[in-house]
């Protein structure tokens, strides 16, 4: 399922990710302290795509474990530089195709992900899978047709290598969220970065 253009892309970005999303750090804040209430010490949870580990590690201390993921083994190379906690995991995994279990995590959280995913539905579909009953989806992702229109930001990404496959305005993507088998509890704008983030929140249907 991984396309592979896009994973090279990020493999080859991963050293220089942390220090690139530095500028954006109130930003990131902004949506932890959103999501933070959503989480307890209770909760197993199961992060997609983490990156370098850039909420991995503000979010994984509220929580009873945290298996932070990403397709870009380079990725999770940078995270495992940055340090460690006891009830923190990284490893490889692709987000359309995992091996956890069915019903095993309480939570799931893919951040700004499924828009550059060329096929985000298989994610969804396995995301459904792992959450046990009623558990929780968090989805902050950048929501590009929300507000004023970003050309010519978009095209000097592109020139870089960045793809973007999926691009919503917020009600947009309520309606994808939805159309999986999710009821959207919350979703709040957080300005400031390359886009608005739609910092999404749902509850699994049983």
Same mark, same amino acid.
């Given at each position: 399922?991984?396309?592979?253009?896009?994973?090279?892309? =990020?493999?080859?970005?991963?050293?220089?990710?942390?220090?690139? @999303?530095?500028?954006?750090e109130a930003v990131y804040d902004k949506v932890c302290e959103y999501i933070?209430?959503?989480l307890d010490?209770? @909760?197993?949870?199961?992060e997609?795509?983490?990156?370098?580990?850039?909420?991995?590690?503000?979010l994984s201390k509220h929580t009873k474990s945290w298996f932070a993921?990403?397709?870009?083994?380079? @990725?999770?190379?940078?995270?495992?530089? $940055?340090?460690?906690?006891?009830?923190?995991?990284?490893?490889?995994?692709? /987000?359309?195709?995992?091996?956890? /279990?069915?019903?095993?995590?309480?939570c799931v959280l893919i951040s700004n992900a499924l828009h550059i995913m060329p096929n985000p539905d298989y994610a969804m579909k396995e995301i459904y899978r792992v959450l046990k009953a009623s558990g929780i989806?968090?989805?902050?992702?950048?929501? =590009?047709?929300? &507000?004023?229109? $970003?050309k010519i930001k978009k095209i000097l990404m592109s020139i870089? &290598?960045?793809r973007m496959y999926q691009e919503w305005n917020k009600e947009q993507f309520k309606n994808f969220i939805e159309k999986y088998g999710f009821s959207v509890l919350e979703m $709040?704008?957080?300005?400031?970065?390359? /886009?608005?983030?739609?910092? @999404?929140?749902?509850?699994k249907v049983s």
């Open positions: 399922m991984i396309d592979k253009s896009n994973k090279n892309f =990020w493999d080859k970005f991963a050293k220089l990710y942390a220090p690139f @999303m530095k500028k954006d933070c209430p959503y010490k209770n @909760m197993e949870v199961l997609l795509a983490c990156g370098s580990g850039q909420l991995s590690f503000s993921t990403d397709f870009s083994e380079q @990725m999770i190379i940078e995270a495992k530089k $940055r340090g460690q906690y006891d009830n923190l995991t990284f490893e490889t995994a692709d /987000a359309t195709a995992l091996s956890y /279990a069915n019903e095993k995590f309480d989806l968090l989805a902050p992702t950048f929501l =590009w047709k929300e &507000g004023k229109q $970003r870089f &290598g960045f $709040r704008l957080v300005y400031g970065g390359l /886009a608005p983030i739609g910092v @999404m929140i749902a509850e």
